[in-house]
Structure formats: structure tokens, C-alpha cells
């Protein structure tokens, strides 16, 4: 929805016409004036012109002899020959010994120096200049550098909010009620002003990515019937040092003569991370995010211009930046909860023709952790599928399947598994869901499927809790451990060997069993002793170890312990369920997908029987 003046021509392509005209100067203007005019004569006509006392001033070289006539009009030039008498002759005929004798032609030297650098020179620059006041004019710019540097691109950053209101962004109450107020101010300034308050500068909006943050802003300036100007931060990093600041200049100039209006800048982290003085930093970034402090500190509260940012990583901002009076409001915007996701499909649905079956809540339950924009992406997928099957209305199993989509990827229908490859990975399947079903405070099997699928999964296991879960026990967490080590476990106690389908479990249960040690102080050798800090809380949540180490020995110890204890726990089950385990494998090779209905019948059936 961005708009754009009409595009300018790159500046390569000025500079392209000015080397023109010098290549042309060069080539035809100066031999004009030097070489075009020398007459080529012959060895003869030069010596009767000596001896009719016709020369005027003579070059004598090594190879050529240049030479005029005696009133200094036309230049001659001939070949040198051997002729030791010449120098006598031409003395005897009164000629002026010259060094110089073909540019001299009138024009002292200084003049064809000009003329062959200079005046290319002037006209070079001229061009340039008079370019690059074309070049503001079509920006409609003020400030200027020579050759159109340093001037930002003739960009209008306003968007077309119209029609985004709150209602469209589901869930995220906190953030809405936060961004009401700004809603309230820009409608009814007077009633703020009247009391004295003034509107914060700036608020961020901090959450993780494809939580509504963009969409959140555009409401407010929708919502409130203001301009919207919106520009992401990575667009202020340019080639050019100066581009970065003189956009920020210029944006602020734009909303100013809009005001009131909300300027959106969209991964500020681009050019607001900490000022750090490291060797080799960048310069045009600070630069960038100086020109945006000065433009935030220039103008009054009561203004009406609120600016808006968006970061998933507000770690790393400057404090510069979050002081009050700058960006001193923080608005979070998490992902969304089981109700918010529910909320958030319905929105979306809006869109799309429903087949009376479908249940939202499912839906939501199993699409746990997934942001608003995934949630977007699973009801589109599902229509996809829809259509893609011939219908005119999305049922609850294209739901279903399209979650399955987003999180693992399209089925790999062409994928050729072996027969004994097929009986393992359904083995290794029906290993995790035995586990968590033979475990207390497991989540449900909601599902099993050993369909091959483009993310390289061969089959999976969908867990899924019945409600949202905001602390997990210790037990909690073994028990997740064992689950996850529950693949690798059954092809053990199946097969007696190993396979290398294990590795995505692995590197899930190492994750939460280092998390129990470092982070949630589960082990009673270190107490509550923060061995990990979180540097990434929204994008994955990368840690850092914060020991000494010896310590970090020690936890690798821990961690091996926790997993194999797990490990050892997970085979005994199987093992004491060894039947079970055949027959719901046997099922599983056969059916290729099984219902947690199904799968509980199974089990509990056997119980029965025994
Ligand atoms: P962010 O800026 O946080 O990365 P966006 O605002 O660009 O995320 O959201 C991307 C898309 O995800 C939106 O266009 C919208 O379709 C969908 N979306 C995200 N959050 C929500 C929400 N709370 N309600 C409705 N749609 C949402
Ligand atoms: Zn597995």
C-alpha cells in the first residue's frame, strides 16, 4: 500500500551523461583546436619554404619537424630527415627556434590546459549540480549535497490505514486498552491538555514476531482517523553514510505537516541496538539513531505526531532510546492464549465459508504456541485445501491438516519407505505416545502419524493439553523427558537397534532437561543459583551461560543424568507393555494415522482384557 512519487533515474545515469560530454571534449573539441590545423608537407616544400625565407617559428625533433610560416598563420609538420646543414639554413633564413610550435597556434599553453581539463571540469560539475537540484525538486526536498547525495528517496511513507479498526486484532486486550488512551488523545487533545498531561512521545511495542504489533498500530491511526506513516528500520541502514539520518529528517518533516498523525518504525532494533563503541561499529546506524533522538527531543509532547516502534528484541536497545520521554511507554504483545488464538481463527474466518462441523476450540487447543500470523496462515491453508479438494465450504479436518502443515510441513507423497523402515517409525511413534500415556500429567495423544512430511519428520506425535499451561512441575518436566526420549526407547526394546530418527527429540529433551538445571533451579546441587541468562526471549530464547568452567562441567554431568534416568524410565514401561507397543505399532503400520480415541481404545481394551 505504499505509495511512491514517480521514480527517479539512478545516479549512475547523470554521471553516465557528464563522462559522455568529457569523452566527446576530448575527442573532438581539443584535436580541433591542436592536430586538425598542422598541415602535412614534404621534405621538399620544406626546404624551398627555406629557401624562400618562408619559416616562421620550427620544432626540430628526433622524428618530426613542426614548423609555421612566417606570419605565424598555418602550421606545417614533416618528417625528420638526415640533414646536418639544417640548423645553419634555417638560422640563415631568419626561423625561430621553438619548443612548442603546434599548440602554440596563437593560444598561450595555460589557455589549452584550460581548455583540454578544465572547462570538462567546470562542465562536469555544473551538470552534476544542476542534476541534483532537478534531483530535490522531484523529491521536493530542501537539504542537498552536491552530485544528489545524501538526500533520501523521494518516498512518501503515509499508508492507507482505513478500515483496520481494534476489532480486527483479536485477543491482545492488555495492548489494546494500552493503545486506546492514544485513540482517545488524538480524537479529544483538549481534554488531556486541559488537565496538564501530555501524551508520551513514543510507545513500543515489544512481542515476538507475527503477533499483530503492525496491525496493532494501523488500528490506532484507523481507529483514530489520523495518517499513518510507516517505515521499517532496516530501510534507514543505506550504503550511503547520511542516507539514514537525512530520512529520519525527512519523515519527521512529513509527519510534522501532517500532525496529528502515528509514525510507525517497524524493527527499530535496526538502528536502535546499544550504542556499544566496539571496534567497528557503525557509524551510519548511530548516526541514524542520533538524528531520531534529536527529532524525538525537538518536538513538544502536545504536538499530536506519537510515534509507534515495534522490536522483538528490546534487550538490545539503546537506553537512549527507552528513557522516558522518548520511548517510555512499553506495550507487550505476547502470543496469544488458547482463548486469543480461538478469538483470532474467528476473525480470520470471517473471511471464508465454514462447514457447520468445525470447533474452533479444537482448533485452538492444537495449535498451541502458534503466533497470529501462523493462525492467519492456518485458515488460508485450510481453504487452499478446501478448494483443493473440491469443495466449497473448510471442514474441520482441513483445519486439522493444515495445522499439521504449518508445524511440520506438506505430506511427502512420494517418499518411499521400506517395509522395515515404515514398521520403525511407527514403532518409534507409538514409543512417545506409550509413554505419555503411561505417565500421570502427560497431555493427551491427540493424534499419530507416520506420513512422511517435507520438514524431513517421518512421522509424528501430536500431544496436546487440554487447556493453557502457564507452570509445569518438576515431575511435569521428567515426564516430558520421558516422552520425548519414549521414540528411541521403543526401538530399542523392539528392534534392539537404534536409528537416527531420534535426533529432533534429542535435542528437545537436552534443551529442557539444561533448562530444569540452569534456569529453573531443579537440581539440588546448584539450588537456586542462575546458571543461564535468556538473551532472546522472543526469538527462541537462546541463553547464555553465565559460570565458571568448572560449573559448566558439572551441569553437562547433571543434564547426561536427568536424560538417562528419563531414558531408563522409558524403557521399563515399554517393556512392561511390550504387547501393547506391538499391537498399537502393528495398527499404526496399517493405518498410517490414528485418533487419540482410537489409540486409547486400544490401550485401555488390552487392560481390560488382562
Ligand atoms: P508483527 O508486526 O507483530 O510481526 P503483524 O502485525 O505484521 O505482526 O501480523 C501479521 C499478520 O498476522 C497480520 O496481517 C494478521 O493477519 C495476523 N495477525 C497477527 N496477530 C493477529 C491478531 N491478534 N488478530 C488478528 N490477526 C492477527
Ligand atoms: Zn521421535
Excluded: W
Excluded at 476489532?167 to 493503545?179: C, I, Y
Amino acid at each position: 500500500m505504499k505509495e511512491v512519487k514517480s521514480p527517479k533515474k539512478p545516479l549512475i545515469y547523470y554521471y553516465g551523461i557528464a563522462l559522455l560530454v568529457i569523452l566527446v571534449f576530448n575527442m573532438v573539441i581539443t584535436p580541433m583546436l591542436t592536430k586538425s590545423q598542422i598541415n602535412e608537407v614534404d621534405y621538399g616544400t620544406f626546404m624551398k619554404m627555406i629557401e624562400d625565407k618562408q619559416i616562421g617559428r620550427v620544432e626540430v625533433s628526433s622524428n618530426e619537424i613542426v614548423f609555421t610560416d612566417k606570419d605565424n598563420t598555418k602550421i606545417y609538420a614533416t618528417g625528420a630527415m638526415n640533414d646536418p646543414t639544417l640548423t645553419q639554413r634555417l638560422y640563415e633564413a631568419g626561423a625561430v627556434f621553438d619548443r612548442n610550435v603546434d599548440s602554440g597556434n596563437g593560444l598561450s599553453p595555460i589557455v589549452s590546459v584550460l581548455l583540454t581539463s578544465l572547462v570538462p571540469m567546470l562542465i562536469f560539475i555544473l551538470l552534476g549540480q544542476y542534476l541534483s537540484r532537478k534531483l530535490m525538486e522531484q523529491a521536493g526536498g530542501k537539504n542537498s549535497m552536491a552530485f544528489g547525495m545524501g538526500k533520501s528517496n523521494a518516498k512518501v511513507y503515509v499508508q492507507s490505514t482505513q478500515g483496520i479498526h481494534f476489532s480486527d486484532v483479536a485477543g491482545e486486550d492488555e495492548a489494546k486498552e494500552n493503545l486506546a488512551e492514544i485513540v482517545d488523545y488524538l480524537h479529544n487533545p483538549e481534554k488531556y491538555t486541559s488537565v496538564g498531561a501530555s501524551m508520551p512521545k513514543g510507545l513500543l511495542l515489544v512481542g515476538p514476531p507475527g503477533t499483530g504489533k503492525t496491525m496493532l498500530a494501523k488500528a490506532v491511526a484507523g481507529e483514530a482517523g489520523v495518517p499513518f506513516f510507516s517505515i521499517s528500520g532496516s530501510e534507514f541502514v543505506e550504503m550511503f553514510v547520511g542516507m539514514g539520518a537525512s530520512k529520519v529528517r525527512d519523515l519527521f518533516q512529513q509527519a510534522k505537516e501532517k500532525a496529528p498523525c502515528i509514525v510507525f518504525i517497524d524493527e527499530i532494533d535496526a538502528i536502535g541496538k546499544k550504542r556499544d563503541g566496539q571496534f567497528g561499529g557503525n557509524d551510519e546506524r548511530e548516526q541514524t539513531l542520533n538524528q531520531l533522538l534529536t527529532e524525538m527531543d525537538g518536538f513538544e509532547g502536545n504536538n499530536g505526531v506519537i510515534i509507534l516502534a515495534a522490536t522483538n528484541r528490546p534487550e538490545s536497545l539503546d537506553p537512549a532510546l527507552t528513557r522516558p520521554g522518548r520511548f517510555d511507554r512499553r506495550v507487550p504483545v505476547e502470543l496469544p492464549d488458547l482463548a486469543g488464538r480461538e478469538a483470532i481463527l474467528k476473525v480470520h474466518a470471517r473471511k471464508i465459508k465454514l462447514a457447520e462441523n468445525v470447533d474452533f476450540h479444537t482448533v485452538a487447543r492444537m495449535a498451541s504456541g502458534a503466533s497470529g500470523a501462523e493462525l492467519a496462515n492456518i485458515i488460508n491453508e485450510a481453504a487452499l485445501r478446501a478448494v483443493r479438494s473440491g469443495r466449497t465450504v473448510v471442514e474441520q479436518a482441513d483445519l486439522e491438516e493444515s495445522i499439521e502443515v504449518v508445524i511440520a510441513g506438506y505430506q511427502k507423497k512420494n517418499a518411499v519407505l521400506s517395509d522395515k523402515e515404515r514398521q520403525m517409525v511407527a514403532c518409534h511413534e507409538i514409543g512417545h505416545a506409550l509413554v505419555a500415556a503411561l505417565q500421570s500429567h502427560s497431555a493427551p495423544v491427540q493424534k499419530i502419524t507416520i506420513i512422511p512430511r517435507t520438514s524431513g519428520a517421518l512421522g509424528y506425535t501430536m500431544q496436546v493439553d487440554t487447556g493453557d499451561k502457564y507452570l509445569l512441575t518438576k515431575e511435569e518436566l521428567e515426564n516430558k523427558i520421558a516422552t520425548l526420549t519414549g521414540g528411541r526407547a521403543a526401538e530399542e526394546v523392539v528392534f534392539g537397534e537404534i536409528t537416527t530418527g531420534a535426533s529432533n527429540d534429542i535435542e528437545q529433551a537436552t534443551k529442557l532437561a539444561r533448562g530444569m538445571i540452569t534456569r529453573y533451579g531443579m537440581s539440588k546441587d546448584f539450588d537456586m543459583v542462575a546458571l543461564e541468562t535468556v538473551t532472546n526471549q522472543y526469538l527462541g530464547g537462546d541463553a547464555s551461560l553465565a559460570c565458571s568452567a568448572d560449573t559448566q562441567r558439572k551441569i553437562d554431568e547433571k543434564v547426561v543424568e536427568i536424560i538417562r534416568t528419563q531414558h531408563a524410565k522409558a524403557i521399563d514401561l515399554l517393556e512392561k507393555n511390550r504387547d501393547k507397543l506391538d499391537e498399537l505399532a502393528k495398527y499404526l503400520c496399517e493405518k498410517e494415522t490414528i485418533t487419540g480415541e482410537e489409540f486409547m481404545a486400544i490401550l485401555e481394551g488390552k487392560e481390560k482384557l488382562q
